[in-house]
């Protein structure tokens, strides 16, 4: 049991250290990711943005090329109106420039309305193209920055991180899976003794547990919070 306990306070000193590696990364990983994200969505607004302008000029242009053909018409009306004879001639030919200038008129409003359009869609790609090249810069130095911090911690990290598989794997599977519960919800599984208290949330420990975890025969956990319980190497800590 005592090998058992010496191997469980080396494995929760190896996760403490990659715990602290993690936190010296601070949260520049989830940042990243974050302005991964808005980059991605600012990308799809704008080729939506920019796709619907394209289309609105194609519609603009194709109304346009409809509005020169009646005014072309319109003309053509006009100039009948002298040459006509009769007043059923007359009124059929004044009915159809109406029609005509309906349809001009139907023309123009439909292209102020795509061309307020356009105005508006060409001032979201401006902020857009903007908003963008703003989250290219901030990706690039949160890259930079995580790149630096974790060029520094990687080969510290892949150690420990084979040490952790090697302290694993001396143990059984019920310490090990006992170890990792305790570790996921306190955060911290082996805790030292502490002025004959947990060293985890300071809950006294009677003599009689002291002299038993002192002697390291047995499994021992905190009556308190549950943590495992070991007796210090340094005196300090007694």
């Not at 602290?20 to 991605?40: D, F, M």
């Not at 519609?59 to 009769?86: I, P, R, W």
Request: net charge negative; with cysteine; charged share 35%.
């Amino acid at each position: 049991m005592k090998n058992i306990l010496k191997t469980l306070t080396e494995l929760q000193d190896v996760d403490t250290q990659l715990a602290e590696i993690e936190a010296h990364k601070g949260n520049l990983p989830q940042q990243v990711q974050n302005l991964e994200a808005a980059g991605a969505e600012v990308q799809g607004r704008l080729e939506a943005a920019q796709a619907k302008v394209e289309a609105d000029k194609k519609e603009l242009k194709t109304l346009g090329s409809s509005k020169d053909e009646y005014k072309t018409k319109l003309a053509k009306y006009q100039d009948q109106l002298y040459l006509v004879t009769t007043n059923r001639e007359y009124d059929a030919l004044t009915n159809e420039i109406e029609n005509v200038k309906s349809h001009i008129q139907e023309i123009v409003d439909q292209q102020g309305i795509l061309t307020d359009e356009v105005e508006q869609l060409e001032e979201e790609i401006d902020a857009l193209t903007n908003r963008q090249t703003e989250l290219k810069e901030n990706l690039a130095t949160s890259r930079k920055e995580l790149t630096s911090k974790t060029d520094l911690t990687n080969a510290r990290q892949k150690e420990l991180e084979t040490q952790r598989e090697e302290l694993a794997d001396k143990l059984s599977k019920r310490y090990l899976r006992k170890y990792e519960r305790i570790l996921q919800v306190r955060g911290q599984a082996v805790v030292p003794v502490k002025r004959r208290a947990c060293g985890g949330c300071h809950k006294q420990i009677s003599d009689q547990l002291l002299f038993e975890i002192k002697q390291g025969n047995r499994f021992i956990e905190c009556e308190g919070c549950g943590r495992i319980l070991v007796y210090p190497d340094s005196e300090d800590d007694k």
